[in-house]
């Protein structure tokens, strides 16, 4: 009667060990199962992976609306057409959802301000490499810079561009990472034309830039003649985007004008004013030019009376 107690008491022993061992490692494998994203916000075109970890069963994905965000076989989910869906990865028997927003992807474009901040701190003035803006998407560069850069803030997934007018500027992009891309443009020609930016995997998407190419040198109003009587005064502006140092000259160095410039810039509107006098009677033409690079910025007919 004692030996069937001990066996009792010793089975009923080792039950309760079992138990104590077996039910944890259950409760612990359980929760480890789950998907790396219970929601997700996505840009047409873009592609977001979704994986379940903790099990070891073969997993399947699924998608309430495809034309919204599809899923492969893998759990690769495709943002298509903006709206809401909800992936389902289904393992062992047990589900797990993820529910997906897609939204409409726009470009927006901005003149690349830290490489303008280091501009500014070099050379104390401007308003960056050449360029600035004055309304969305218009940029005015000026001819004589290297390039000026804008900045493109874009959450699809890859952009491409296109010159309508190739004479007047050329244009590269850099890698799109992070949501943004440089485009550098080029200035080649006085005058205005457009770049076109587009997705090449989102045709829907396209924002144009106009680009206006400008003299970095020219005189207000274009001026070309000005008449003035022996003895009179008259001022005119002319405008040097990067103000580097101006020089005149007269074609005939005959004496009949005389000139000189003002002390400061106005840095205001990147100008600097120009004092002619009529000195004596006849004509000459004025030559305003910038020193090193001698890039003429106008020449104007001078005539006293």
């Known amino acids: 009667m004692r030996l069937k107690f001990n066996r009792f008491f010793a089975f009923l022993l080792m039950l309760v060990l079992t138990l104590s061992l077996i039910g944890p490692l259950d409760v612990k494998a359980a929760g480890t199962i789950k998907l790396n994203a219970t929601s997700k916000t996505l840009y047409i075109g873009k592609t977001f992976k979704l994986k379940l970890s903790g099990t070891s069963e073969a997993v399947t994905f699924k998608s309430s609306n495809k034309n919204i965000a599809s899923v492969s076989k893998k759990g690769t989910i495709t943002a298509k057409k903006s709206g809401k869906a909800t992936i389902t990865a289904t393992a062992g028997g047990k589900s797990y959802t993820c529910k997906v927003t897609v939204r409409k992807c726009s470009i927006f474009s901005y003149l690349n301000w830290p490489d303008m901040y280091n501009y500014e701190q070099q050379y104390g003035h401007g308003d960056g490499l050449g360029g600035k803006i004055t309304d969305l998407n ?168």
Request: glycine share 6%; aromatic share 14%; net charge negative.
């Open 138 to 305: 218009e940029y005015y560069v000026y001819l004589g810079c290297n390039y000026v850069p804008i900045l493109l803030s874009y959450k699809g997934p890859s952009l491409d561009f296109e010159v309508a007018d190739p004479v007047i500027c050329c244009a590269s992009i850099g890698e799109l990472e992070k949501d943004f891309a440089t485009l550098y443009v080029y200035p080649l020609e006085c005058g205005s034309t457009t770049i076109t930016v587009t997705d090449p995997k989102v045709p829907s998407v396209s924002l144009t830039l106009t680009i206006n190419v400008l003299p970095s040198l020219y005189v207000e109003d274009y001026i070309t003649e000005i008449t003035l009587k022996k003895g009179e005064s008259k001022t005119i502006k002319f405008y040097q985007y990067f103000m580097w140092n101006l020089y005149w000259s007269s074609a005939e160095n005959n004496g009949v004008f005389d000139a000189s410039w003002a002390d400061d810039w106005n840095y205001d509107e990147n100008s600097i004013e120009l004092t002619i006098k009529g000195t004596k009677k006849g004509s000459d033409e004025l030559i305003v030019f910038i020193g090193d690079n001698e890039i003429v910025g106008g020449r104007i007919n001078i005539n006293v009376k």
